[in-house]
């Protein structure tokens, strides 16, 4: 049986100067703010509008066959479109011109012109619409990192994933279910990299994901208009309700130097982090060399010096 799911704190614009102690170092928990200043976006970006502005220029897109996309699967295939017909495609619920089945899902998860080198802007990549959005300024300039682009067909579903930046949710059209779950309940969600392997939250395989019941569940919908702080680290699961669009805001919580500078994507773990993981890596190797019985009373020992040393009390 389930942890009760539990509602993320709402705030209205006109008590935002509370957000702050929710965004910075005192809870560092998400939140849903409403009623914030984000332009003309959530009224312009029509389809058609979209369609007009961003033309013919080539986006690469995930398509899948199924609503619920797993990237450690690869369940997908990466597809390049002209951004009209790509939105015009995403929009719609069945095609009848398709690469896999007329009921193909689209994601786009905007890149800068040279993946390797850019970072995603939408200011950018897409300069037209720069005048559309106000991006709420809860951070100084120079933490700037990101602004990526998200569209997506209804009834799509993204993979569980954790951020090592801070970031806003800004839903400017269409509704959006966000499941979230505490940094705190990583050993309850089946982690590969950064991502869990529990793909259906509703309704998980306990047989195969025992321990997955044990994860506290916060769960909010996202209406046009409305912002989700999602802290560093706390893992989020995004189910499009509706055809949307949104644009994700990454700026660098922790100092420059703490990240890695060959990271376009936003996505690599600290680099202290890290080393940290393949020095653990490297001794875990080591303990190989000892007999069954060694290894473990070894590794548990290691284990509680894990816990002793770096295991926080802070945080719920």
Known sequence: ?????????ILNYHIIIHFYYYFGNQQRKPVVLKGIDLGTCTTKWTVDYLSQVGGNKEVKIHVSAVPQMDFISKNFVYRTLPFDKFIQRA??????????SEDEKYYLRSLGEDPRKDIADIRKQFPLLEGDIKIPDFFEKEQFFSSVFRISSPGLQLWTHYDVMDNFLIQVTGKKRVVLFSPRDAQYLYLSGTKSEVLNLDNPDLSKYPLFFKARRFECVLEAGD?????????????????????????KHLSSECYDKTDTYGNKDPTAASRAIQILDRALKTLDELPEEYRDFYARRMVL??????FSSNYE
């Open 1 to 9: 049986m389930f942890a009760p799911n539990h509602v993320l704190m």
């Open 227 to 251: 912002v989700l702080f999602i802290p560093a680290l706390w893992f989020h699961n995004v189910i499009s309700e509706e055809f949307g669009v949104g644009v994700n805001v990454f700026w």
């Open 91 to 100: 929009a719609e619920k069945k095609h009848s011109t398709y690469f896999i």
């Open 305 to 310: 010096r894990i816990q002793d040393k770096a």
